[in-house]
């Protein structure tokens, strides 16, 4: 059925009177018709006369019998979904939202109708989730209406309504999983949704990712996603648990490896190093063997970098390192490049040597993290007049810190999606001269989108050691964080700063909350402080430390950072005990609520000791603008010379040691010699003035001349 012919004209003219005038009349003339009052009322409708609508139809229902009745509505429902659907195509779609609530009024258990008007209220932002439950959609589906029913609707209407991650909505997607022919495809949207649901609503995310777990416990993304939120919140027992499962679903070689490194980063991660020793023989191997293949890793379909992050933490041998980081790296472009059947997005920018440059940071990081806490400084003192501040935040959290420090502070500010294609064609359309990535081998979205290169000078810094991609034209450092012979080892041109390679203006402090007498410590006691994350926490270090503690009487050891509590326990105590130190003198420190206390609750140390093979750099920063000695042993690789810079720029020698015996040597002597102390404390408090550590303005002026001479060089190539 359909309108007649003589009022298509009307129609498309939107003179409404007129049709409702024409079915006016043929009802005198064929009054048993009853199509025309349907198309009478419809009129009405549109002429937003909805009483006389209503009252024309439910005149004629009211003429027949149950049998009658239920056709002619039928009909009736029939006619005003056409009207609907036209009114769509003619984007009036307020008039077709009027008229699917006739059609709800008509026929409450209709399903389509119902979402139909989902999405007709999501475009007009009259949608809210309690009305998923109102309309009893689940019921609905539980009650067999998806039988030759439109599933294309269905999952249409759930792939919008994961932008309100609500119970109603986790509900009726739950309710969809159990129907066993549509599994597949709602995991396919939530897949495609997962990273945006987490960053919206994490709370019914992880009850989605749960839930449909539940259904189908081997769904290989989701079980990444549920361990990576283990992670963040730090219940390490269940992403081990994770780590396990997504290792043993693995088997296929490419993403294997990606199993292998995932189980052995969360074992480090947690702390638990005593058992890792063939868990690391198989990581090495399984690189090799990705090497070999010419394969890069994958996760999901998707190129990953990070799985490379290990190993800094495991051992500290500079040239095997970069050695296979540049060769996975170099497979990692290829891969990245061949999916999009691109060598490059870049397009020529004009080589003006003395233009204003534009320069675009991109990081998950600008928040209460090392890396926001230590960029924000340089974001801070950029000189608007010569450079144009772009920051590109990747699916990024925002907090405190990047209200304050860099939403505000940028000529442009974005935060993504993490779809490396979006953000490089981003990035190349704002004519970013130079991109800095913050991040590095932390983050495979941000590895992807230096990978196809959207600027024509790329540059990594601050995150972690370089990633070794070939599209990154830089890695900025000093003198002293890698020595003069590195250059051979790393892909990237090192650009060295002419002071250190970071700078800060110091830190925010808060008041303490942590005292000798909290801690059961004498008032008399020496008190060494470790604290890094379990991924530093390598058992050869420890037991330097031990020796430490052993040799200095009266001294106690207190350990934070992030891990498994009891792994980090068991840790210590089993060390302890080979080494002969009673587990009384051991004290482990809980988590504060933010980063000022934590600042200022490190005054209750005398002396912090640092780890190795990767050592403090943030931490090695509070803890010197805090006047406090550091004990470090000094590496070749980048991650093991941090803390050495950043103590040599603040005119401290004192603690550096080159060996293991001068690592304890420094323990002890920092430990029993009070003057020594107080020698360094006073030095310290003297470089707040003096040092280029603490002078984020002149660091800034550094940062941007090497900018300058690399546009130069750029123009001039």
Same mark, same amino acid.
């Given at each position: 059925?359909?309108?007649?012919?003589?009022?298509?004209?009307?129609?498309?003219?939107?003179?409404?009177?007129?049709?409702?005038?024409?079915?006016?009349?043929?009802?005198?003339?064929?009054?048993?018709? #009853?199509?025309?009052?349907?198309?009478?009322?419809?009129?009405?409708?549109?002429?937003?006369?909805?009483?006389?609508?209503?009252? $024309?139809?439910?005149?004629?229902?009211?003429?027949? /019998?149950?049998?009658?009745?239920?056709?002619?509505?039928?009909?009736?429902?029939?006619?005003?979904?056409?009207?609907?659907?036209?009114?769509?195509?003619?984007?009036?779609?307020?008039?077709?939202?009027?008229?699917?609530?006739?059609?709800?009024?008509?026929?409450?258990?209709?399903?389509?109708?119902?979402?139909?008007?989902?999405?007709?209220?999501?475009?007009?932002?009259?949608?809210?989730?309690?009305?998923?439950?109102?309309?009893?959609?689940?019921?609905?589906?539980?009650?067999?209406?998806?039988?030759?029913?439109?599933?294309?609707?269905?999952?249409?209407?759930?792939?919008?309504?994961?932008?309100?991650?609500?119970?109603?909505?986790?509900?009726?997607?739950?309710?969809?999983?159990?129907?066993?022919?549509?599994?597949?495809?709602?995991?396919? &949207?939530?897949?495609?949704?997962?990273?945006?649901?987490?960053?919206?609503?994490?709370?019914?995310?992880?009850?989605?990712?749960?839930?449909?777990?539940?259904?189908?416990?081997?769904?290989?993304?989701?079980?990444? =996603?549920?361990?990576?939120?283990?992670?963040?919140?730090?219940?390490?027992?269940?992403?081990?648990?994770?780590?396990?499962?997504?290792?043993?679903?693995?088997?296929?070689?490419?993403?294997?490896?990606?199993?292998?490194?995932?189980?052995?980063?969360?074992?480090?991660?947690?702390?638990?190093?005593?058992?890792?020793?063939?868990?690391?023989?198989?990581?090495?191997?399984?690189?090799?063997?990705?090497?070999?293949?010419?394969?890069?890793?994958?996760?999901?379909?998707? %190129?990953?970098?990070?799985?490379?992050?290990?190993?800094?933490?495991?051992?500290?041998?500079?040239?095997?390192?970069?050695?296979?980081?540049?060769?996975?790296?170099?497979?990692?472009?290829?891969?990245?490049?061949?999916?999009?059947?691109?060598?490059? &997005?870049? !397009?020529?920018?004009?080589?003006?040597?003395?233009?204003?440059?534009?320069? @675009?940071?991109?990081?998950?990081?600008?928040?209460?993290?090392?890396?926001?806490?230590?960029?924000?400084?340089? #974001?801070?003192?950029?000189?608007?007049?010569?450079?144009?501040? +772009?920051?590109?935040?990747?699916?990024?959290?925002?907090?405190?810190?990047?209200?304050?420090?860099?939403?505000?502070?940028?000529? =442009?500010?974005?935060?993504?999606?993490?779809? +490396?294609?979006?953000?490089?064609?981003? &990035?190349?359309?704002?004519?970013?001269?130079?991109?800095?990535?913050?991040?590095?081998?932390?983050?495979?979205?941000?590895?992807?989108?230096? *990978?196809?290169?959207?600027?024509?000078?790329?540059? $990594?810094?601050?995150?972690?050691?370089?990633?070794?991609?070939?599209?990154?034209?830089?890695?900025?450092?000093?003198?002293?964080?890698?020595?003069?012979?590195?250059?051979?080892?790393?892909? %990237?041109?090192?650009?060295?700063?002419?002071?250190?390679?970071?700078?800060?203006?110091?830190?925010?402090?808060?008041?303490?909350?942590?005292?000798?007498?909290?801690?059961?410590?004498?008032?008399?006691?020496?008190?060494?402080?470790?604290?890094?994350?379990?991924?530093?926490?390598?058992?050869?270090?420890?037991?330097?430390?031990?020796?430490?503690?052993?040799?200095?009487?009266?001294?106690?050891?207190?350990?934070? @950072?992030? @891990?498994?509590?009891?792994?980090?326990?068991?840790?210590?105590?089993?060390?302890?005990?080979?080494?002969?130190?009673?587990?009384?003198?051991?004290?482990?420190? !809980?988590?504060? *609520?933010?980063?000022?206390? +934590?600042?200022?609750?490190?005054?209750?140390?005398?002396?912090?000791?640092?780890?190795?093979?990767?050592?403090?750099?943030?931490?090695?920063?509070?803890?010197?603008?805090?006047?406090?000695?550091?004990?470090?042993?000094?590496?070749?690789?980048?991650?093991?010379?941090?803390?050495?810079?950043?103590?040599?720029? *603040?005119?401290?020698?004192?603690?550096?040691?080159?060996?293991?015996?001068?690592?304890?040597?420094?323990?002890?002597?920092?430990?029993?010699?009070?003057?020594?102390?107080?020698?360094?404390?006073?030095?310290?408090?003297?470089?707040?003035?003096?040092?280029?550590?603490?002078?984020?303005?002149?660091?800034?002026? /550094?940062?941007? !001349?090497?900018?300058?001479?690399?546009?130069?060089?750029?123009?001039?190539?």
């Amino acid at each position: 059925m359909s309108w007649q012919n003589e009022v298509k004209t009307a129609l498309e003219n939107n003179q409404y009177d007129i049709v409702s005038q024409f079915y006016q009349e043929l009802i005198e003339k064929e009054p048993l018709e #009853i199509s025309h009052y349907w198309y009478l009322g419809l009129a009405y409708l549109l002429e937003a006369r909805e009483e006389e609508a209503q009252t $024309t139809w439910l005149f004629v229902l009211s003429q027949g /019998d149950e049998g009658e009745v239920m056709g002619w509505t039928a009909d009736l429902v029939n006619i005003l979904d056409g009207e609907a659907r036209r009114q769509v195509k003619l984007k009036n779609w307020q008039l077709s939202w009027v008229i699917r609530q006739h059609i709800y009024q008509i026929n409450p258990d209709n399903l389509e109708n119902l979402l139909y008007l989902v999405l007709l209220e999501i475009k007009l932002e009259y949608f809210y989730p309690q009305k998923l439950k109102d309309w009893q959609i689940v019921d609905l589906i539980n009650s067999d209406k998806l039988e030759n029913f439109d599933i294309n609707l269905l999952l249409h209407t759930i792939y919008k309504l994961l932008d309100w991650p609500a119970q109603e909505v986790l509900d009726i997607i739950i309710t969809i999983l159990k129907i066993e022919s549509q599994q597949s495809a709602i995991l396919e &949207i939530i897949e495609q949704h997962i990273d945006k649901i987490y960053y919206t609503d994490k709370t019914n995310a992880v009850i989605l990712t749960l839930s449909c777990l539940d259904i189908i416990p081997d769904r290989l993304l989701l079980l990444y =996603k549920i361990h990576q939120y283990y992670i963040e919140t730090g219940n390490f027992e269940l992403a081990l648990e994770t780590a396990n499962k997504i290792k043993n679903l693995s088997s296929d070689k490419v993403s294997k490896i990606a199993g292998i490194y995932l189980l052995l980063y969360t074992e480090l991660l947690a702390g638990n190093w005593l058992n890792i020793d063939n868990k690391t023989q198989e990581y090495y191997q399984a690189i090799q063997n990705n090497l070999e293949r010419c394969q890069c890793p994958m996760i999901n379909q998707a %190129e990953v970098m990070s799985i490379t992050s290990p190993l800094a933490y495991l051992k500290d041998d500079l040239v095997g390192n970069r050695r296979l980081t540049n060769q996975l790296a170099k497979l990692f472009q290829e891969a990245v490049r061949k999916k999009f059947n691109q060598v490059t &997005i870049e !397009s020529q920018k004009p080589k003006d040597v003395n233009k204003k440059l534009n320069i @675009g940071y991109i990081a998950h990081t600008l928040r209460r993290h090392s890396v926001g806490f230590l960029s924000r400084w340089l #974001i801070h003192y950029h000189q608007r007049d010569n450079f144009n501040i +772009h920051l590109y935040l990747v699916n990024q959290v925002e907090d405190d810190i990047t209200e304050q420090w860099f939403k505000n502070k940028a000529h =442009k500010y974005n935060n993504l999606p993490a779809n +490396h294609q979006i953000i490089a064609d981003k &990035i190349n359309q704002d004519n970013i001269d130079i991109l800095v990535d913050l991040d590095s081998i932390t983050r495979d979205s941000t590895c992807r989108v230096m *990978a196809l290169k959207p600027a024509p000078i790329q540059i $990594t810094w601050l995150g972690l050691d370089a990633t070794g991609i070939p599209a990154i034209d830089y890695f900025l450092v000093d003198n002293l964080v890698l020595e003069k012979n590195a250059q051979e080892f790393y892909q %990237e041109k090192l650009w060295r700063l002419p002071n250190c390679y970071l700078a800060v203006d110091g830190f925010e402090i808060g008041t303490p909350t942590l005292t000798r007498q909290d801690l059961n410590i004498p008032a008399d006691a020496i008190t060494y402080l470790t604290l890094q994350v379990g991924l530093k926490r390598n058992p050869a270090t420890i037991r330097l430390q031990m020796q430490i503690i052993k040799a200095v009487p009266n001294s106690y050891l207190l350990i934070k @950072g992030a @891990g498994s509590e009891k792994l980090i326990k068991d840790l210590f105590i089993s060390i302890a005990k080979e080494e002969g130190i009673d587990e009384n003198r051991l004290r482990f420190l !809980s988590g504060v *609520a933010n980063e000022e206390i +934590h600042r200022a609750n490190l005054q209750i140390a005398d002396v912090v000791i640092d780890t190795y093979p990767y050592s403090g750099a943030t931490t090695t920063l509070e803890t010197l603008w805090m006047g406090i000695p550091v004990v470090t042993k000094v590496g070749q690789q980048w991650s093991s010379r941090n803390s050495y810079t950043l103590m040599v720029n *603040a005119g401290i020698s004192e603690g550096i040691a080159w060996s293991d015996e001068e690592y304890i040597d420094w323990g002890i002597k920092l430990g029993k010699d009070e003057n020594l102390r107080r020698k360094v404390i006073a030095k310290l408090d003297e470089s707040r003035q003096t040092s280029p550590l603490w002078n984020a303005r002149q660091f800034t002026k /550094d940062v941007e !001349s090497a900018y300058r001479q690399m546009w130069q060089i750029y123009c001039e190539s």
